[in-house]
C-alpha cells in the first residue's frame, strides 16, 4: 500500500461541500479542513503510486472550486 497526503488550495467558500466531495473519491481515507497556507489535508491509501496521480490529478484537481494541490509520499 502507498500512503500519500495531498495539501488542497481551494478558491470557494464551500468548505464543507469540498471535503465530502475529498472524501467520496476512492483511496481517500480521510481529509480536513485546516488552517494555514493550504485549506485541506487529504490523506490517501492506494495499490500503487500510479493510484496515487490518479487520485491527485483527476481526482482531488478536478473538483469545483480546487485551486492547486501539492502531492506528498510518505516513506515509511
Known amino acids: ?3 500519500a497526503y495531498v495539501m488542497v488550495k481551494a478558491n470557494s467558500g ?3 461541500r469540498i471535503r465530502s466531495d475529498i472524501v467520496a473519491l ?8 485546516v488552517a494555514g497556507d493550504v485549506d485541506f489535508i487529504a490523506k490517501l491509501d492506494v495499490a ?10 483527476s481526482g ?7 485551486e492547486d ?3 506528498y509520499v510518505a516513506m515509511d
Open 60 to 66: 482531488i484537481q478536478d473538483i469545483d472550486g480546487v
Open 69 to 71: 494541490t501539492q502531492t
Open 14 to 16: 464551500e468548505a464543507d
Open 26 to 33: 476512492d483511496g481517500v481515507v480521510e481529509a480536513s479542513i
Open 1 to 3: 500500500m502507498v500512503v
Open 48 to 57: 500503487s503510486p500510479a493510484e496515487v496521480k490518479n487520485v491527485a490529478a
